[in-house]
C-alpha cells in the first residue's frame, strides 16, 4: 500500500463496440451505489456506455430503482437490493447481466434469472483473506475477553480493578512448550477462508486440525480433499501433526478453537445448537464468521452464560442487522462485531472492481471474471 | 490442556536438608499472595519449610508484610510489593532471596539486594508467546478499529448502521493479491516478543521486517545480531524479503504496523511522541504491549484525532492502572486493554511456578532457574 493507502484499480479492457452497435445506441448500466473515486472511472471515463447511478449514501430507493432500470442491459447491485421478477420485469428484455458485489446472493432470485438466460455476476475469493484476519482476530479476542477487558478501561474501573496472579485470565491460542503442547483447531466448513485461517493459526503452535465438510460429496470430491489435506499436512509438518474430516460430534469434543465457516441456509441452520455446544471444552472458544443463521444465538448466550464454553466471537449473527442493545448475545462475554469481515479497503476495493468488470464482461458477452452458475445441474 | 483447563504444575524436587540443620529451624518463606491451588502445594506440602501466606483476595497489606517479614529466608512477592531497605531491614539478617512473579522488577531496589548479597529471581520468558499472541491481536484490532465496531453492537445501533460499500473499513493486515503486495512490520525493541510476534505475522503475508535496536550495542553483538537476522530471514523466506536494523526515522516512515516492545525507563521515555507519529503512514496502526512510558499518550491521541495514523492497540499505558473514564486516549480509536498480555492460564501458571523455584532454590542456595543480575557490570 502507497503511504496514503490508496490503491489503483486496474482499467477493464473490456471493449463494447459490437453491443453498442446491435442495440443501435449505447447499452445501459445501472449502478445501485456509488463505487468510489478508484471504481466509478472505470464505468464514466468509457464513452461506450449509459450509466445511471443512486449517488446518495444510503441503500438504493426501490422506486427509483424500478424506475430507472428500465432499458438496463446490466445492473450493479449490492446485498440491499433486491433482484426479483418484479425489478426483472422492469428492467425489460434487454437486461443481460446482474452483477452483486457480494459473495452471498441470497437477495437474487437466481433461478428465475436462469429462466430469463440473464447471467449473474459475484465476488467471491476476494475477501479469503480479510475474513480470515478477523477469524484469527475474533479467536485471540475470545479467549482474552477482550469485549470485556476494554470495557474496564472504558467505563473507568481500571484504578479499581485488583491484580491478582490469575485475574483476567484466559486460555492460550498458543500452545505452552511442554506445560500445554497441543492445540486443536477445528472448522465447521474447510474452504478457502477456513484453509486461510489454518494457514495463520500453524506458527501460534497448532499441533491438530479438524473439520466437518459438506456430507453429501461424491467419491471424486472426497478424493481430491482427501489429496488437498496430504497436501496441507505436508505443508505445515513438523508444527502440525495431523489434518482430519470429523463427524460433528468429534468437531464438538475436541476443538480448543472452533471456527464456523459454512455457507447459511436450512442445511445448515443451528447446527451449532445447545446439545453441540454443551460437548465443547470448557475452556475452548467459538468463532462464526460464516453465516449467522449456523449458530443458535440463544443457545451461545446460554453456553456463556453457563460457562460451557469460555468464550466466542461472532462477525454474524441471526437476524442482524436488528440487534437491539437487549439481544440477549449484546453485553455477555461474546465479542460482537457488525459483519465486518470484507472491511478493508483494499478488499472491498477488489470487489467493486470485480462487481464491474463482471457487468461489464457479461454486457459484452465475454467472459466474466467470476460468474455464478445459476443451472443447479452444473452446465452452462 | 486438559478438556476442563486444568495444567499441572511440576512439583519441585529442591532439597532444602542443608539450610534447615543450618539455621536449627525450618527456613521460613513468605509468600505475598495466594498462587492458587495448582501452585501453592509446591510450598504447603512439603514439611522442610515454614510457609506464611497473604490469603486475601487484594494487594499484600504493608503492614503485615512488615510484620510477617521478619526472620523469613526467602519472600514471593508480586509487582505492587515494595521492596525496599525498609523491608529487608525488617526481614533481617536470615533473607537469601527475593523471588518476584513478574518479568519487571521496578518494584525491587536492586542495587541494595546486591549489596546485601540478597538473590533476585524473576519470571522472564516464559510470557513470550501470550505477549506475541496480544500483540497480533492488538494489530488486528487496530486495522478493524474493533473497539469502535464492537461500540455499534453494544449500544444497539447496527440496525441503524448504514451500510456502504467502503463503510467501516480499515487498512488490511494481510496482503492482497498484487493489488497491495506488500507489508512492512516495524519493532521498537528486537527481542524475544516481536521475534515471536514477526513468527506468527509471516504467514498474513508480510514481506519486510524491519526494527530500531539498543543503540549501545557492542560490535560482538551487533555480529550476533547480525547472524540471527541472516537465520530469521532465511527461515522466513520466500515470503519475507526483508529483515533490517534501521534508524527510528525510517522505522516510522516505513512500518504499515509498528509495535512498540522495549523496555521502559528514562532512555526509552516518549521515544514515540508527536514528532514520531507525524512521520507515520496514514493508514498505519500503532500497537504498544512493552512499557507505557514509551509511548507519549497525549501525542496518540492527537495523532489518532488528526488522522495521522489509522488506529492503535495498546496493553500498556503511563499513569496506568490510574485511567479514568475521561483519560484523553479512553473513547478515541485506541483499542485499550488493562494490562492483560500475560494473563492467561497458562502463562501465569508458569509465572507462579516458576517464582516458586526460584525462591525455593535461593533458599536452599543452588542453581536459580532464573535469577536477575545484580551487578551492572556483568559479574557474580
Known amino acids: 500500500m502507497s503511504s496514503d493507502g490508496s490503491i489503483s484499480a486496474a482499467a477493464s479492457s473490456i471493449r463494447l463496440t459490437s453491443i453498442s452497435?446491435?442495440?443501435?445506441?449505447?447499452?445501459?448500466?445501472?449502478?445501485?451505489?456509488?463505487?468510489?473515486?478508484?471504481?466509478?472511472?472505470?464505468?464514466?471515463?468509457?464513452?461506450?456506455?449509459?450509466?445511471?447511478?443512486?449517488?446518495?449514501?444510503?441503500?438504493?430507493?426501490?422506486?427509483w430503482l424500478l424506475d430507472?432500470?428500465?432499458?438496463?442491459t446490466g445492473i450493479v447491485v449490492m446485498i440491499t437490493d433486491l433482484v426479483d421478477t418484479e425489478l426483472l420485469d422492469a428492467a425489460g428484455p434487454d437486461l443481460k447481466v446482474?452483477?452483486?458485489?457480494?459473495?452471498?446472493?441470497?437477495?437474487?432470485?437466481?433461478?428465475?434469472?436462469?429462466?430469463?438466460?440473464i447471467r449473474i455476476g459475484y465476488t467471491p475469493d476476494v475477501l479469503t483473506d480479510a475474513v480470515a484476519d478477523i477469524a484469527v482476530m475474533l479467536a485471540l479476542m475470545a479467549g482474552r475477553n477482550a469485549n470485556g477487558t476494554m470495557g474496564i478501561v472504558r467505563d473507568g474501573l481500571w484504578?479499581?480493578?485488583?491484580?491478582?496472579?490469575?485475574a483476567l485470565c484466559g486460555p492460550q491460542l498458543s500452545t505452552f512448550g511442554s506445560l500445554s503442547s497441543t492445540r486443536t483447531i477445528g472448522f465447521l466448513g474447510f474452504g478457502r477462508i477456513s484453509q486461510a485461517t489454518l494457514a495463520r493459526l500453524v506458527p501460534f503452535g497448532i499441533t491438530d486440525c479438524i473439520y466437518v465438510s459438506n456430507p453429501s460429496s461424491s467419491s471424486s470430491k472426497k478424493e481430491r480433499n482427501r489429496i488437498r489435506d496430504q497436501n496441507l499436512l505436508e505443508q505445515y509438518q513438523p508444527q502440525l501433526k495431523s489434518l482430519r474430516a470429523v463427524d460433528k460430534d468429534a468437531l464438538a469434543r475436541?476443538?480448543?478453537?472452533?471456527?464456523?465457516?459454512?455457507?447459511?441456509?436450512?442445511?445448515?441452520?443451528?447446527?451449532?445448537?445447545?446439545?453441540?455446544?454443551?460437548?465443547?471444552?470448557?475452556?475452548?472458544?467459538?468463532?462464526?464468521?460464516?453465516?449467522?443463521?449456523?449458530?443458535?444465538?440463544m443457545a451461545l448466550a446460554k453456553a456463556l452464560d453457563k460457562g460451557w464454553i469460555f468464550g466466542a466471537g461472532v462477525d454474524v449473527l441471526e437476524g442482524e442487522p436488528n440487534i437491539e442493545?437487549?439481544?440477549?448475545?449484546?453485553?455477555?462475554?461474546?465479542?460482537?462485531?457488525?459483519?465486518?469481515?470484507?472491511?478493508?479497503?483494499?478488499?472491498?476495493?477488489?470487489?467493486?472492481?470485480?462487481?464491474?468488470?463482471?457487468?461489464?464482461?457479461?454486457v459484452a458477452g465475454g467472459t466474466m471474471p467470476t460468474e455464478l452458475d445459476t443451472e443447479p445441474s452444473g452446465g452452462q
Open 325 to 362: 442493545r437487549d439481544h440477549p448475545l449484546v453485553h455477555t462475554k461474546c465479542n460482537i462485531l457488525p459483519h465486518i469481515g470484507s472491511a478493508t479497503f483494499e478488499t472491498r476495493l477488489a470487489m467493486a472492481t470485480l462487481a464491474v468488470d463482471n457487468c461489464l464482461a457479461g
Open 21 to 63: 452497435s446491435h442495440l443501435g445506441k449505447k447499452p445501459k448500466i445501472l449502478v445501485s451505489r456509488d463505487l468510489g473515486p478508484n471504481v466509478m472511472p472505470l464505468l464514466t471515463q468509457r464513452g461506450d456506455i449509459e450509466v445511471v447511478l443512486w449517488t446518495q449514501n444510503s441503500a438504493c430507493d426501490r422506486k
Open 68 to 72: 430507472n432500470v428500465k432499458g438496463a
Open 159 to 166: 484504578p479499581r480493578t485488583i491484580w491478582a496472579p490469575f
Open 254 to 297: 475436541e476443538s480448543d478453537v472452533l471456527f464456523v465457516l459454512t455457507p447459511g441456509g436450512p442445511s445448515t441452520k443451528h447446527l451449532v445448537n445447545e446439545q453441540f455446544l454443551q460437548k465443547m471444552k470448557k475452556h475452548s472458544v467459538l468463532i462464526n464468521v460464516g453465516r449467522g443463521s449456523v449458530v443458535d444465538a
Open 98 to 117: 446482474v452483477s452483486t458485489m457480494s459473495v452471498g446472493y441470497e437477495h437474487i432470485n437466481v433461478p428465475e434469472l436462469g429462466k430469463r438466460h
